[in-house]
């Protein structure tokens, strides 16, 4: 059986990719995906996709993922959020994040091996439940069985 991405997913790995070039990485990490899962999980994108022509039904859907992401983090909003800059800073170490470029698009980054094995959890995860699409929270839930999802248990970069 073929996995294919959700259109969430490819959502989740843009944010992740943008993480990873503002936090100055070079890959994109599983911590970086982490921080993405805490971005998807803020119900202001949807309204943000709305206000930049999304279809209202993209919306929609995407409001009801990031629902189901915190309610699978067990977290709100804000708790999201708060952890999400948290780590970001914890991933600067103290140096200054990159600015966006001036024309918007961040410059594609290529997933660590980490970040591969990650996705290779994931679509197991997609599989074994029979699912025809790799969603955010199979990430998330990958991310979890990696230790990643922690920042008590972050490895230092």
């Not at 943000?48 to 909003?77: I, T, Y």
Request: proline fraction near 8%.
């Amino acid at each position: 059986m073929t996995i294919r991405p959700s259109p969430s997913l490819l959502r989740l790995w843009a944010l992740a990719n943008a993480e990873a070039w503002f936090c100055r990485s070079d890959n994109i990490e599983p911590a970086h995906f982490w921080i993405a899962c805490l971005k998807f999980a803020d119900p202001a994108i949807a309204t943000a996709m709305l206000d930049h022509g999304a279809a209202a039904e993209e919306c929609q859907e995407q409001a009801a993922e990031a629902a189901r992401m915190l309610s699978f983090l067990e977290m709100k909003p804000e708790d999201a959020a708060n952890r999400r800059r948290t780590l970001r800073g914890r991933l600067l170490r103290g140096r200054p994040p990159r600015e966006f470029p001036p024309e918007g698009d961040v410059p594609y980054l290529h997933r660590s091996e980490s970040s591969r094995r990650l996705f290779e959890i994931a679509v197991r995860k997609a599989e074994e439940r029979k699912t025809a699409a790799l969603t955010p929270l199979h990430i998330a839930e990958a991310l979890f069985d990696m230790k990643f999802a922690s920042l008590e248990e972050l490895p230092q970069p």
